[in-house]
């Protein structure tokens, strides 16, 4: 007896994440698209669709897909073997939210068993808002802001997932909230993160992040001690060394007790005792580096683990290499860490040889000359 197809909906908003590593905090809005490209963005979303779908090619013969033409589906389902079941198109030569939701709709009265999705969390909204029943669906992370509780960790735990379902693994389904941040917020320093209704996701906690917890550390004690051992540590080393700084509150603690301004939701450049330069994007923390080995301090999301690719894209590929594993300095406070419940520490930098090499057990600075070692994943 044959094997059952499995039917695939997918969609690719080809504008998602191109904010991003340009350090404009989001894609949202045509202007922010216009100066992003500007910036020497590159297309996110589709690469992204194109690895999942890759990590799927194997079982081409076994899984049906159902998308919109271009660059919305067509095209990364087409380069990655595919031959895809083409529904309808963008009304114009760039897709937009009207789009998006136009092809939900499509594709969930065509009866697929599970819609994937590359996108952030506009786009969830947008998937959210058009479903008009309790389809299954999943995200394959290629925006800026992804808060929200229905993405897979990477786009290859993605394909894991649909292997899994179409292997006949018992794979439930949990409700995912959809959360969105308001970007102009956000681009002036301030988290306002908004819930706007809830999705089904494959319930597979290996593969499919939770949804973020916001807010600020309550810990104020904890993060000065953690300041203290990351200032006392600058100091030893050479003066001229350079740090990159990720954004948070935890590394906003760092500098703050350092007398330096600091880019919240950014990525600052420093040496010991002076501000270099703030809120750089990838191309300028390249350049802010040349020449040199720099190190490189960040701390991971509240409640969903990412270390790498969630809000801190400006940390390319390029300048970790740079850097190298050994200058990647992570802190956080001991609730924070805590609260992952053991689950490993993320890492999406969009190369997964890099991640590989990422992969393993690394120092995470808790305290004043307190650290523990805890999983990558």
Excluded at 241 to 252: H, K
Excluded at 254 to 280: F, Q
Aim: net charge negative.
């Amino acid at each position: 007896m044959p094997e059952p197809m499995l039917r695939l909906g997918l969609i690719v908003n080809p504008l998602a994440g191109l904010g991003g590593p340009s350090a404009l905090k989001g894609s949202d809005g045509a202007e922010i698209v216009a100066e992003a490209r500007r910036r020497g963005a590159e297309d996110r979303a589709g690469e992204r669709a194109g690895r999942c779908l890759a990590a799927l090619h194997a079982r081409r013969d076994r899984i049906s897909i159902f998308t919109w033409d271009g660059a919305m589906g067509a095209d990364v389902a087409r380069a990655a073997g595919f031959e895809p079941v083409v529904l309808g198109a963008a009304r114009a030569a760039v897709s937009d939210s009207w789009d998006t939701r136009a092809a939900v709709k499509a594709l969930a009265e065509t009866g697929v068993d599970l819609l994937l999705f590359a996108g952030g969390d506009g786009t969830a909204r947008d998937v959210c808002s058009a479903l008009p029943g309790p389809l299954p669906v999943l995200g394959i992370p290629a925006g800026v802001k992804m808060h929200s509780g229905v993405y897979a960790v990477t786009p290859e735990a993605a394909a894991n997932v649909v292997c899994q379902l179409q292997d006949g693994a018992l794979v439930g389904l949990v409700t995912g909230e959809v959360r969105d941040i308001d970007e102009a917020e956000l681009r002036a320093g301030r988290v306002n993160s908004r819930w706007f209704g809830d999705l089904l996701v494959p319930a597979e906690p290996r593969w499919v992040q939770h949804t973020k917890i916001g807010g600020r550390e309550s810990e104020p004690l904890v993060l000065e001690e953690i300041a203290a051992d990351i200032a006392e540590r600058m100091a030893a080393g050479p003066a001229d060394d350079l740090w990159v700084i990720g954004p948070g509150s935890t590394t906003a603690a760092v500098m703050a007790h350092l007398g330096l301004p600091n880019t919240l939701l950014g990525v600052d450049l420093i040496r010991p005792g002076e501000l270099l330069a703030a809120d750089l994007d990838a191309k300028g923390l390249l350049e802010g580096t040349a020449g040199s080995q720099p190190w490189i301090l960040i701390t991971f999301i509240g409640g969903q683990g990412h270390l790498l690719g969630r809000g801190n894209q400006q940390l390319t590929p390029e300048l970790l290499r740079r850097a190298g594993r050994d200058r990647l300095v992570v802190i956080a406070t001991r609730t924070k860490r805590a609260a992952l419940a053991g689950r490993p520490l993320i890492v999406d930098s969009g190369d997964p040889e890099l991640d590989q090499e990422l992969a393993g057990y690394i120092a995470v600075t808790t305290g004043y000359e307190d650290q523990v070692l805890y999983p990558v994943g």
